[in-house]
């Protein structure tokens, strides 16, 4: 499971740099399974990622292209995937996305994820052999209807405001002055 120190992010998104550059080999934002939302007005950062949810809500996949592999990991066979966007709807917190016809979400990079590996400052942690204990049925209900990229602010403006008791996420610091917490 990759754990989110969100009052440790920078915004610097070397997490999303190393991560499309080991899977893709080029440096491209959109290539990243992991996302770096910034929260302008407050200064807040953080990354959304795949947390390997108890929920699996992904796994609801009309084809069965998706599997969960032996770390936890989401895996998607790419010959039986029509890219519905049913993987990416049912994500809570944004952490599927499909671009240009590929699905992007964290496969932990065989076991050592190279966000982490990037990660300077330590907000970005993995915890190998802990998977399916985090639950994100309260972060389900406020996004069933948003996109993807809602769905993570949503997630980081949470995280700010304490929902979820610091899970998968630690606590960050209250928002500045200005602020929109939820």
């Known amino acids: ?30 290539a990243a399974r992991i996302k770096v939302v910034n929260l302008y007005q407050s200064g ?7 947390v390997q949810c108890k929920e699996r809500y992904c796994e609801d996949c009309p084809l069965d292209a998706i599997s969960i592999g032996s770390l936890g990991q989401v895996i998607v066979s790419p010959t039986l995937c029509t890219l519905c966007k049913k993987c990416e709807r ?3 917190i944004g952490a599927i996305e499909i671009f240009n016809d ?42 069933v209807k948003m996109n993807t990229s809602e769905k993570r602010v949503f997630t980081i403006k949470s995280f700010c405001g304490g929902v979820q008791g610091g899970q998968f996420f630690h606590k960050a610091p209250p928002l500045a002055a200005g602020g929109t917490g939820v």
């Open 102 to 143: 590929i699905v992007y979400v964290c496969d932990l990079c065989g076991g050592s994820p190279k966000c982490v590996e990037a990660c300077t400052e330590g907000a970005i942690t993995y915890i190998p052999g802990q998977k399916g204990v985090i639950s994100l049925k309260e972060i389900k209900k406020e996004t």
């Open 1 to 30: 499971m990759i754990k989110v120190d969100i009052g440790k992010c920078t915004g610097c998104r070397m997490c999303e740099t190393a991560c499309s550059f080991y899977h893709s080999g080029a440096v491209n934002r959109h």
């Open 44 to 50: 807040v950062d953080g990354p959304v990622v795949c």
């Open 90 to 92: 049912r994500c809570p």
